[in-house]
T-cell receptor, first 112, second 114 residues
Framework: QKEVEQNSGPLSVPEGAIASLNCTYS??????FFWYRQYSGKSPELIMF????GDKEDGRFTAQLNKASQYVSLLIRDSQPSDSATYLC????????????FGKGTHLIIQP | DTGVSQNPRHKITKRGQNVTFRCDPI?????LYWYRQTLGQGPEFLTY????????KSRLLSDRFSAERPKGSFSTLEIQRTEQGDSAMYLC????????????FGPGTRLLVL
């Protein structure tokens, strides 16, 4: 059973601070890792993807991957109230199954 | 707008009725995915198509569910004899199937079974 675990939160962060979101996964054969943002009542929106160990930066967002620890994280710098949403971690295995396995999401609240 | 589109956006039906949803992927995306999301949960994979071929089905996809993509473009998801437990957001995503493919989601169809 492939599992993706996230702390459901809510995670409350002051405006302008760094928000740190974490995710662990059970399938060691996983090869692709994604972060989606989902506003209430809306569909998931792709924020970042990462495939290799280390950090990947895109604007205010940094994704970090550690395959040995089976751990993925997302850092949001200079957090804005508009970043308040649920952040979904998704994992794609390398075993020919192409559907993504999602965590339950972390609810992030940026306090003005 | 050339994003993924889904219709209808909302559907209310009575238990036992059949419903059908449609998804139009991003133009030229050859892969199309269906997911289901319930409140407080992440999306759960149901099935996916590469062109017109249905290549994978989750065990979540009971016999009452059927999906088609007859010409490799739009797809339909039908639920027969709906049950209250089918109430959920049904999400469609598409990708170009490249080596590092990313999936882009449509707005979803919210189903309520009374």
């Amino acid at each position: 059973q492939k599992e993706v675990e996230q702390n459901s939160g809510p995670l409350s962060v002051p405006e302008g601070a760094i928000a740190s979101l974490n995710c662990t996964y059970s399938d060691r054969g996983s090869q692709s890792f994604f972060w989606y943002r989902q506003y209430s009542g809306k569909s998931p929106e792709l924020i970042m993807f990462i495939y290799s160990n280390g950090d990947k930066e895109d604007g205010r967002f940094t994704a970090q991957l550690n395959k040995a620890s089976q751990y993925v994280s997302l850092l949001i710098r200079d957090s804005q109230p508009s970043d308040s949403a649920t952040y979904l971690c998704a994992v794609r295995s390398g075993g020919g199954a192409d559907g993504l396995t999602f965590g339950k999401g972390t609810h992030l609240i940026i306090q003005p | 707008d050339t994003g993924v589109s889904q219709n209808p956006r909302h559907k209310i039906t009575k238990r036992g009725q059949n419903v059908t949803f449609r998804c139009d992927p991003i133009s030229e995306h050859n892969r199309l995915y269906w997911y289901r999301q319930t409140l407080g949960q992440g999306p759960e994979f149901l099935t996916y198509f590469q062109n017109e071929a249905q290549l994978e089905k989750s065990r979540l996809l009971s016999d009452r569910f059927s999906a088609e993509r007859p010409k490799g473009s739009f797809s339909t998801l039908e639920i027969q004899r709906t049950e209250q437990g089918d109430s959920a957001m049904y999400l469609c995503a598409s990708s170009d199937g490249g080596g590092f493919e990313t999936q882009y989601f449509g707005p979803g169809t919210r189903l309520l079974v009374l």
